[in-house]
């Protein structure tokens, strides 16, 4: 004999309850994919292979818990593994932002760059996104429907809550509150769904302190910095002190921009850029990756009625140029993505500076034919291309697969070291003597004389010969990268 009818408000509770468990999972684990990349990028950058990491780690649990859940979601078990899951992911959340920082760097030091990012990703996003992905396939299980209906309904209903959850981080979270608040905000969802869930309301009061407790974790972001600022592009660190102010992005050992305060050369690769404009038939000057202005300083400082353009990405760095670096108004800025901004623009400049990095990592896009065709384009008769390029451990690594790319495009290429394992290509629009660029540098005005003896001490034809040409469809110079920078 069957039992009684059930209620009509149960069915629907159950529902609503299932479908804020898959929802909340679901925005809950791809917040946290989004701000682990954010994470784990000081110590393995924002590369293919972190990001292949990320991916791949994700995937690997996801598809462990989603069989778990699904052995799980059709037994006694299935409403307690589902509280338990909830509660994982929330944990996971909280505890992040304290012990990832920690575990990232003890990865950083263990491993190289390519290894590391697997380790770091399997530590700080292993958990969750194993405890999470069991959620839906328990929620499909204890489904008043059943069978396909049921297990495309909650997936449906888990892949809404990774898209929202996918958008608040991108466009919310990481720029408005910040990493750490961020995990805060992704363990809020999951908490509220606890409550639905049969015997959740115990569980749903341990987790809700997990949301202040990874709030808490961002109060000490920032410390011994003049100034720290999370944007969607970048994590903008400013250190000062008596003599100097430095920026770096992303990476607090990697410095964007560096200036003395007494006006003094900074011993660094930017005192080069004074002389520069020596090499073109003229001073329009387009600096592809603004930062902090110091190529813009060093060139107005020897060229005054110079007209420079820079391009930066990231309008919060412009500010920063602006009112901590001391960048001049005449110096226009195009706040744009380097690459868009030589591809569409109709200006011409006599030298072109290109000095990009994420990271410590040159962006692929901007290292390959196309991008050097598209800059050509934008170099004026008579002008040149000069790139930063920091290779320390091993200069071929990157400086001759890059010179062998401008020199797919450019007549001539010629390479300077610049000192502490920075150097510049200069590659001409017009072929161009050894000779008649050291003429042209010899005759700098007074304060470009001594960044142009630098540059004459050690100038010299680039090796293209052996190297390969880096293109849109084939590039490995995220390895190439990590080679020039670790040795490995």
């Not at 400013?238 to 007494?262: C, G, M, P, Y």
């Not at 391009?311 to 920063?320: M, S």
Request: net charge neutral; charged share 15%; hydrophobic share 50%.
């Amino acid at each position: 004999m069957s039992g009684p009818d059930p209620s009509p408000a149960r069915p629907s509770l159950r529902s609503f309850a299932l479908a804020a468990a898959a929802f909340s999972a679901g925005w809950s684990l791809m917040m946290m994919e989004i701000l682990g990349g954010r994470l784990m990028a000081p110590h393995f950058g924002y590369s293919v292979y972190q990001w292949g990491a990320v991916i791949g780690v994700v995937m690997t649990f996801m598809a462990a818990g989603y069989w778990t859940g699904g052995q799980l979601g059709d037994g006694p078990k299935a409403v307690p593994a589902l509280r338990a899951a909830l509660l994982a992911g929330v944990a996971a959340a909280a505890l992040t932002p304290w012990l990832g920082k920690p575990m990232l760097a003890d990865a950083a030091g263990r491993f190289n760059a390519v290894e590391g990012s697997v380790v770091g990703a399997a530590l700080i996003l292993g958990l969750p996104s194993f405890a999470l992905a069991m959620v839906s396939p328990i929620c499909a299980g204890l489904s008043s429907l059943t069978g396909a209906a049921a297990a495309g309904r909650i997936y449906a209903v888990g892949t809404l809550g990774s898209i929202g959850g996918t958008f608040f981080a991108s466009f919310y979270a990481i720029p408005q509150v910040g990493v750490s608040a961020g995990y805060a905000l992704a363990a809020v969802l999951p908490t509220l769904a606890c409550l639905f869930v049969p015997g959740g309301k115990r569980v749903a009061a341990a987790a809700a302190l997990a949301v202040p407790l990874a709030w808490a974790a961002g109060h000490g972001e920032g410390q011994g910095f003049a100034l720290y600022r999370e944007t969607p592009h970048n994590t903008i660190m400013v250190q000062e002190d008596a003599e100097q102010i430095r920026l770096h992005l992303n990476v607090a050992w990697a410095t964007q921009s560096r200036l003395r305060k007494d006006g003094g050369p900074t011993g660094l690769y930017y005192d080069l850029f004074a002389a520069v404009p020596a090499l073109g038939n003229g001073s329009r000057v387009l600096v592809l990756g603004l930062a902090g202005g110091a190529a813009a300083k060093e060139i107005l400082d020897s060229w005054p009625g110079a007209d420079i353009l820079g391009v930066e990405l990231d309008p919060a760095v412009v500010e920063v140029a602006r009112e901590r670096f001391g960048l001049r108004p005449e110096v226009r800025v195009a706040v744009e993505d380097a690459r868009r901004h030589v591809e569409r623009s109709p200006e011409q400049h006599d030298v072109v500076i290109v000095d990009l990095y994420s990271t410590a990592l040159i962006p692929f896009f901007t290292a390959t034919r196309e991008f050097f065709a598209a800059v050509e384009r934008r170099v004026a008769p008579g002008g040149v291309l000069v790139m930063n390029v920091a290779s320390p451990m091993d200069r071929d690594a990157l400086v001759g697969p890059l010179a062998a790319t401008q020199g797919a495009v450019f007549p001539s290429v010629y390479v300077a070291d610049a000192g502490r394992g920075n150097y510049l290509l200069i590659a001409t629009k017009e072929a161009r003597t050894l000779e008649d660029l050291s003429v042209r540098l010899r005759a700098a005005p007074p304060g470009a004389a001594y960044a142009a003896s630098r540059i004459l001490e050690t100038l010299a034809p680039a090796e293209l010969a052996g190297h390969p040409v880096l293109t849109d469809d084939r590039s490995d110079i995220d390895q190439r990268s990590l080679t020039a920078l670790y040795g490995r």
